[in-house]
């Protein structure tokens, strides 16, 4: 069976530090993988999301970039983090689209972040 | 106004009571997904579908592509069904992003 793994699962982290998110999937090959933010109060907004090694598409231009460097997995990182960074981070696996299907996405169990 | 609509956005209800969550959405899609938010923040799927009806224990899920509307009931709704209900959906042709709903946050009463 297939399982996601999200780490860590909170972090508190001064404005201007650095960042990185790891997500791994485990029991699936060629996945599609997302990253989404929920801020406090707002409904899941879509970050990144990546059909292949090194293939990243952005969603929303902040100061967060994503990388894929193996096949299950997936890093969200920043260099300098914001006050507005603060949220609930939460990967997400599915199986890769063709054409018009879709599939189920399967989230992990996400990391609190406090900028503080 | 959003691309995805919820109603309500809050629920209470007594134990017991059938459920009903509302998703009105103003875009095309391939697929809508309704999704369940524990307090702990993770997140489950309950349901995708694209015409008709789906069904899973207690969890209903309808959703008529000419109304842009989708309906999750519950029936027999439980403590433990107490969470937040996300709906989702999903545009066309390789768009692999999913829009969604701010969330109907759904507490059920002893």
Redesign the interface.
């Known amino acids: 069976s297939q399982t996601i793994h999200q780490w860590p699962a909170t972090l508190v982290q001064p404005v201007g530090s650095p960042l990185s998110l790891e997500c791994t999937v485990e029991g699936t090959s060629n996945p599609n993988l997302y990253w989404y933010r929920q801020a406090a109060g707002r409904g899941l907004q879509l970050l990144f999301y990546s059909v292949g090694i090194g293939q990243i598409s952005s969603e929303v231009p902040q100061n967060l970039s994503a990388s894929r460097p193996q096949d299950r997995q997936f890093i969200l990182s920043s260099k300098k983090l914001l006050l507005s960074d603060s949220g609930f981070y939460l990967c997400a696996w599915s199986v890769r689209a063709s054409g018009a299907r879709s599939y189920e996405q399967y989230f992990g169990p996400g990391t609190r972040l406090t900028v503080t | 106004k959003n691309e995805v609509e919820q109603s309500p956005q809050n629920l209470t209800a007594q134990e017991g009571e059938f459920i009903t969550i509302n998703c009105s959405y103003s875009v095309g899609i391939?697929?809508l997904?309704w999704?369940q938010q524990h307090p702990g923040?993770?997140?489950?799927?309950l349901f995708?579908l694209?015409s008709g009806k789906k069904k899973h224990g207690r969890l209903i899920a309808t959703i008529n592509i000419q109304e842009k509307h989708s309906s999750l009931h519950i029936t027999a709704s439980h403590p433990r069904d107490s969470a937040v209900y996300?709906c989702?959906v999903?545009g066309?042709?390789?768009n692999?992003?999913?829009t969604?709903?701010?969330?109907t946050r759904l507490t059920i009463i002893p």
Do not use: D, N, P
């Not at chain 2, 923040?41 to 799927?45: F, L, R």
């Open positions: 391939s697929a997904h999704l923040g993770g997140i489950v799927s995708m694209s996300i989702a999903r066309f042709f390789g692999e992003k999913l969604f709903g701010t969330g």
